[in-house]
């Protein structure tokens, strides 16, 4: 009889079903894009501060938008009268990385305006009153000797998307990867010295 017991136990053990939890991975890369630079002897500079990452959202049909600070260091000049900073895009096409032709088209905003490659868009005017935002402490400065520096964002997003020959009405046309490119905005500063 104990044998039987023992049997049955031994039978139960083997048809014994083991159920085990299902595992799932997946694996994303991030990438940076790298520069280092320093210049402290121009009369303008203009520092992005970060980089540009645009996701899709399935939800919204479309990407996100971003915020993209930069920071803004000028030389005085005493003999000036009046200041002024404009600036435009120079480039703003992403391409797909791989065979796809599709590009991305990156829109730059400043305050609720669009920059454009055409022509320069006023951010800071010392003479038409036009304080440049958070660069506002720039028109009072810009007579001083030495270098001072501010800090203020464009808005970026993508505007428009092309197959490669001409623009989709849907960004959910798009396949699915990676987009690369850059964003180049151009800065003009002006001291008027007469």
């Known amino acids: 009889m104990k044998r039987t017991s023992l049997l049955l136990s031994v ?68 003999d000036a009268k009046d200041f002024s900073l404009e600036s435009k895009v ?35 005017d010392t003479k038409k009153n036009i304080n440049g935002g958070n660069l506002f402490n720039l028109a009072s400065i810009y007579k001083t000797t030495g270098r001072s520096s501010a800090q203020e964002n464009f808005t970026f997003n993508i505007t428009s998307a092309s197959d490669g020959t001409a623009p989709l009405t849907n960004m959910e046309e798009l396949p699915d990867g990676v987009w690369t490119g850059d964003v180049k905005v151009e800065f003009l500063a002006t001291w008027t010295t007469a």
């Open 11 to 78: 039978v139960a053990l083997t048809f014994s079903t083991f159920t085990y939890a299902a595992e799932h991975t997946a694996i994303s890369v991030a990438t940076w894009s790298a520069t280092a630079k320093k210049d402290t002897t121009s009369k303008l500079v203009v520092t992005p501060v970060g980089s540009l990452t645009f996701d899709y959202a399935a939800g919204l049909a479309g990407f996100n938008t971003q915020k993209g600070l930069f920071d803004v260091t000028i030389e005085g000049n005493a």
């Open 90 to 124: 120079l480039s703003s096409t992403l391409s797909f990385l791989g065979s796809d032709p599709s590009t991305l088209e990156v829109g730059v905003m400043w305050n609720g305006i669009a920059l454009d490659k055409a022509s320069y868009t006023t951010i800071l």
